[in-house]
């Protein structure tokens, strides 16, 4: 294979690699307009499963790829919607959307088969309810509760409304952040292992 050849190969792959990357990413963006509460979450949280398309990128390109979409469906949905968080909402999904498909797209790059996609995608959870407990506690509610200029124990009421458990910030976190990530990465794994092999070989075209 002479030079020439090579440069070419390796521009086909580049571009190959960034259509796939942007396809992906716009197809999450879509799916991210479709979102729905959870009824023991306050209503400001919404569930959307947009990490299940991405999951499946990572898992055909890597950790990197699964960020990269991350990111570029963030920007997306600012560019779609605005923002009504100074971003903060927008840093929150991404933070910790990468918390549930780096670690399991690692994880995977490794051990691909039936036995690792699941324990990549049990990492990912675990990962991503640690994560979106830690930020909602520590900045998400606290910068909201700032920014709207809406005392915490009016924020906790609401979680209260819905789940008799929330009684304070950690409750609010404990019994309704943790679980609705819970469910969360449980669904977009769920879709994952459904439906990664029957467009796997899509993605490695």
Avoid: W
């Avoid at 086909?12 to 509460?37: C, D, G, H, Q």
């Avoid at 929150?92 to 691909?112: D, M, Q, R, S, W």
């Avoid at 930020?135 to 920014?147: E, G, H, K, Q, R």
């Amino acid at each position: 294979m002479t030079d020439n050849q090579v440069k070419v190969n390796a521009g086909r792959k580049t571009v190959n690699y960034i259509v796939k990357v942007a396809i992906l990413a716009a197809l999450s963006a879509v799916i991210m307009l479709l979102e729905f509460p959870l009824p023991f979450a306050p209503g400001f949280y919404k569930l959307d499963l947009s990490e299940a398309v991405i999951l499946m990128g990572g898992f055909a390109m890597g950790p990197v790829a699964a960020a990269v979409i991350e990111l570029i469906k963030n920007l997306i949905n600012i560019l779609l919607n605005g923002t009504t968080t100074s971003f903060v909402g927008e840093f929150a999904n991404f933070l910790t959307g990468c918390a549930l498909v780096v670690p399991a797209a690692i994880i995977y790059k490794y051990h691909k088969t039936l036995k690792g996609a699941i324990v990549s995608l049990v990492v990912g959870t675990i990962s991503l309810v640690v994560v979106g407990s830690a930020f909602n506690y520590f900045v998400l509610i606290p910068a909201f509760s700032s920014m709207y200029h809406m005392p915490l124990d009016e924020i906790i009421s609401m979680g209260s409304k819905v789940n008799p458990l929330v009684s304070d910030l950690k409750t609010l976190v404990m019994f309704a952040v943790a679980p609705f990530n819970i469910v969360k990465g449980v669904l977009c794994s769920l879709i994952n292992l459904l439906l990664y092999k029957r467009v796997s070989k899509v993605l490695h075209i």
